[in-house]
Structures are given as C-alpha cells and as structure tokens.
C-alpha cells in the first residue's frame, strides 16, 4: 500500500514555473514506477509525465515535452514535475500516481494508487 500526497501547486501567470512535489508513505517507493496526470475541468484525465522505479526511463506526453521535467529522488520517496513556460491550457488538477509496473506506462488502469491531486492554475 502506498500513499501519495501533492504539493506545490498554486496561481501563476502565463511563462512561468511550478515545482509540483509527490510524496509517497509506504514501503517499496523505489519499486514503483511513478506518473503525474492532469484534469482540466470538463475533460478527462491525462497522462503527463512518468518515471521508472530507477529514474532511468521517463514519457512524457507531447503537450508536455521540452516544458516539463519528472524525476525522483527514492532516498526521499518522493517524485516532482518541474513544469516551465506554463500555459493557460495546463490549467488543471494534477496528480500523482504509483504503479507496480516495472516499465513506464501511459494509461490510468496502469497504475494503482492515486493522490488526492493538487490544483494548478495558469492565467493568461
């Protein structure tokens, strides 16, 4: 079991920065591969970003690459998003996500525990 809690979100213009922060309760952080999605508000939630257990492998979907950066840091069970040149349309709840996977996945039935997500929100 594990348990997962955002940070870091909050109000920020157009081409700014946030750091999002996960942490993670429980046993085995390490082996979890780790994903952040988003919901925009009358939308389905996507897939953002995902690291493998080892920080070795990450995804990122295309409205994301070159603006956001994933990583982990096991030794503080904890995974961020390092989000720059935000955008209005990033505007959404984001959440952390842990899968036993053992490889990068992209879909929301990968992964089996879910934070309760952390608001971001980009004016223009």
């Known amino acids: 079991q594990v348990q997962l809690v955002e940070s870091g979100g909050g109000l920020v213009q157009a081409g700014g920065s946030l750091r999002l922060s996960c942490a993670a309760s429980?046993?085995?952080?390490?082996?979890?591969?780790m994903g952040w999605f988003r919901q925009a508000p009358g939308k389905e939630r996507e897939f953002v970003a995902g690291?493998?257990?080892?920080?070795?492998?990450?995804s990122y979907a295309d409205s994301v690459k070159g603006r956001f950066t994933i990583s982990r840091d096991n030794a503080k069970n904890t995974v961020y998003l390092q989000m720059n040149s935000l955008k209005p349309e990033d505007t959404a709840v984001f959440y952390c996500a842990a899968s036993r996977t053992r490889v990068v996945v992209t879909t929301i039935a990968g992964y089996d525990y879910w934070g309760q997500g952390t608001q971001v929100t980009v004016s223009s």
């Open positions: 429980g046993r085995a952080f390490s082996s979890y591969t």
């Open positions: 690291i493998s257990w080892g920080g070795g492998s990450t």
